[in-house]
């Protein structure tokens, strides 16, 4: 057996085993990551967004968890594009995308999304809308742009977020993800950067996780015990590559476990390579000590299946750290559950069958004209 057929079937055999996420059965561990397409006017998604999910999962994806998607408050988005998950066109939409994916042998998730300060007043859909977050202030640190939320700002938003995961249960959906990663509303009350508050919402990293924990709560609330609840973070932002929400594992615990009690059932931890250490002294990634410290199954991503290096590693052209054997060793030793792709998913839908049944000659580098499509 040559080595690409040794690293094909290892692979193959791996990445095919079944894993169990709070009663769900996803078949694989191959994750479609969320990303944002904006082909859906009016917050609609159509036929193209509901063949695009479905033919991934007929391709072998064995979990998609869709692009963001805005819970219903005025100033959850910015753009007339994306989709919302509120609305009955809306809603029925989606209730299409779930049974097509379905059909195909797939599981999906919708992505619950507030975008929060990220937001410009003007910007569609809802243009009178304010920016708001937890003290009104901008990643690059800009005060003044937005408004920083008061309790009924805050019951709102969490209101929009247990609304919207009931309907996902409601019309067909396998769980709900809340992003709550890359500078975005939930993460702004994460991180100290964003987050300067002087009430129960501020503080010590607890306090800054008690939003983003309540709604997670009003989540578990609205849907079925059985009904996953996930959960995306991310220590890097949009326009903080270097920040941290935690700089030791004993402070990502402290920020981890009021979310795991509150609900969370898978944790989707957000790198931009899955090979890198979080903390010095172990190898561990983000999604390891998330598991380690939670005992919650855990998502990991990162430039899977991105570049010509990752391709030229499956092909046994070569060994860099981020090649095949680095990720499998990894899901061999459970530092992580599952393993989300995107821009490779974005530039083939027969990505996931592709490895899955060791045609790895096909395999193809991901092109950025792929973003302009919903091939």
């Known amino acids: 057996m040559t080595v690409t057929e040794s690293a094909a079937s290892r692979a193959s055999e791996i990445l095919s085993r079944p894993v169990s996420l709070n009663g769900l059965t996803v078949p694989n561990r191959i994750v479609m990551a969320p990303m944002t397409r904006q082909f859906s006017p009016g917050g609609v998604p159509g036929e193209d967004v509901r063949s695009y999910y479905a033919r991934r999962a007929a391709a072998g994806v064995g979990l998609i968890v869709t692009e963001g998607t805005y819970v219903g408050h005025e100033s959850a988005g910015q753009s007339d594009r994306v989709p919302r998950f509120h609305g009955e066109e809306q809603l029925a939409g989606w209730a299409g995308v779930a049974e097509a994916v379905h ?23 809802y243009a009178d809308a304010p920016a708001v977050g937890p003290s009104g202030i901008r990643l690059d640190g800009t005060e003044g742009a937005g408004k920083a939320m008061t309790r009924r700002d805050l019951d709102d938003v969490i209101g929009a977020f247990a609304a919207a995961a009931a309907a996902a249960e409601r019309i ?18 994460l991180w100290s950067g964003t987050n300067r508050r002087t009430d129960a919402y501020g503080g010590d990293p607890v306090a800054r996780t008690k939003f983003a924990a309540e709604i997670v709560a009003a989540v578990r609330e609205a849907v079925s015990p059985g009904f996953p609840v996930l959960f995306r973070y991310s220590q890097w932002k949009q326009e903080a590559y270097d920040a941290k929400l935690a700089e030791t594992p004993e402070e990502l615990e402290a920020i981890l476990a009021p979310l795991a009690a509150a609900g969370v059932d898978v944790f989707h931890a957000s790198t931009r390579r899955y090979w890198v250490p979080e903390f010095d002294g172990s190898d561990l990634n983000l999604a390891g000590w998330t598991k380690k410290l939670t005992g919650r199954p855990t998502i990991t991503v990162g430039s899977v299946g991105l570049d010509g290096d990752f391709i030229r590693a499956f092909m046994g052209e070569g060994a860099p750290v981020q090649g095949i054997d680095n990720l499998l060793d990894r899901l061999e030793r459970d530092e992580f559950d599952l393993v989300a792709v995107g821009r490779a998913l974005l530039q083939d839908p027969e990505w996931a069958a592709k490895i899955l049944a060791n045609r790895l000659d096909e395999l193809k580098p991901y092109d950025v004209a792929a973003l302009k499509t919903l091939s």
Do not use: S
Request: charged letters at 15%; hydrophobic letters at 40%; a negative charge.
């Open 172 to 189: 067909g959906f396998d769980g709900v993800e809340l992003h709550g990663a890359h500078g975005y509303l939930l993460d702004q009350f």
């Open 103 to 125: 059909a195909a042998g797939g599981t999906i998730v919708p992505q619950l999304w507030h975008i929060g300060m990220v937001r410009k007043q003007g910007d569609p859909p």
